[in-house]
Nanobody, 125 residues
Framework: QVQLVESGGGLVPAGGSLEISCVASGRISSNFATGWFRQAPGKGRSFVSSIAWNTGATANADSVRGRFTVSRDTAKNTMTLLMNDLKPEDTAVYYC??????????????????WGQGTQVTVSS
């Protein structure tokens, strides 16, 4: 089992920056990948970014490419999402997700077996 806890959400004006984090605990190995998804009010959950922990390879949604940067610190079992140039449409609950990989390949867009509880990000116009 893997447990995920997000932190760092809050209220930020449009054009501002915010960093959110996800700490993983439990059965974590080098064959591990984590991702960020978000769910805006009245909408379904959508992919944002993901990262493979063994290689550092990343994937990003078109809507955030160039503005958001995902990273991981394997020593601290932590994934971070740095969000720059935030827009009101980025307002959502952001969820951390995790998957166990084969080691030689991973699925950047899922499926993810483990999920956190989410952290609210609100961007004011």
């Amino acid at each position: 089992q893997v447990q995920l806890v997000e932190s760092g959400g809050g209220l930020v004006p449009a054009g501002g920056s915010l960093e959110i984090s996800c700490v993983a605990s439990g059965r974590i190995s080098s064959n591990f990948a984590t991702g960020w998804f978000r769910q805006a009010p009245g909408k379904g959950r959508s992919f944002v970014s993901s990262i493979a922990w063994n290689t550092g390879a990343t994937a990003n949604a078109d809507s955030v490419r160039g503005r958001f940067t995902v990273s991981r610190d394997t020593a601290k079992n932590t994934m971070t999402l740095l969000m720059n140039d935030l827009k009101p449409e980025d307002t959502a609950v952001y969820y951390c997700a995790a998957q166990e990989t084969s080691g030689t390949s991973w699925s950047p867009f899922g499926p993810f077996a483990y999920w956190g509880q989410g952290t609210q990000v609100t961007v004011s116009s």
